[in-house]
Structure formats: structure tokens, C-alpha cells
């Protein structure tokens, strides 16, 4: 792989990650809480956010491991679809490294 190809997805990715969280964040928002459904399908299934966060994102794996499974058989996925399901798995990882963070400041206040 030529290094200026890798360097070329490796910005757009950042660039689409940035602005795709900040159009969710706005999206889902209620109470200034960006993380507001996270919460909401955590009270409902009386687990912690970041479980619920792992819950949604075990779809998107799921699609992502289908996709994989596909390529073995010599299916190629379309790029746009590649786009989607990489892009769906890190935001739901940097939301979910955000909600671990914000608890580890929270409980080292003293």
C-alpha cells in the first residue's frame, strides 16, 4: 500500500468522525446531554451507558462480520458500505471511551 493512499483514508476517516459526531451529538441530544439515549436505554435495561453504547455497536460488528464473512465467499462490499460500518464502529467506540473517561474524572474528584 502506497504510504500517501493510507494517509489519504487515514484524514478522510478523521474528518468524517468529527463531522458525524457532531451532527449525532446535536441529533440525540436532550438536555444539553449528548448521551441522552445512551442513558435512556441504560435505565430500561438496568445496565450501565457503556453497556448499552457496546449493545448498539455489537449491530453494527455484526454487519461489519458479515461483511468479512462476505469477502471470504469473494463478495466485495461497496465502498460506501465499508464507509458506513467502519465509521458506525469508531464513533460508537469514542463514545463509549468518552463515557469510561467521564467516570474515571468524576470519581478521582475528591
Known sequence: MEAE???????ERM????QILSVKAKEYRRN?????NFER???FGNISKEKALWGF????????MDILDDMEQGK???EALVDEKIGD????????EASIKEKII?????
Open 5 to 11: 493512499f493510507f494517509d489519504k483514508i487515514v484524514q
Open 15 to 18: 474528518d468524517k468522525t468529527v
Open 32 to 36: 444539553n446531554n449528548p448521551m441522552h
Open 41 to 43: 436505554a441504560a435505565q
Open 57 to 64: 455497536a455489537l449491530k453494527h460488528y455484526t454487519s461489519f
Open 76 to 78: 466485495l462490499p461497496s
Open 89 to 96: 464502529l469508531i464513533n460508537y467506540l469514542i463514545l463509549c
Open 106 to 110: 468524576i470519581n478521582s474528584k475528591p
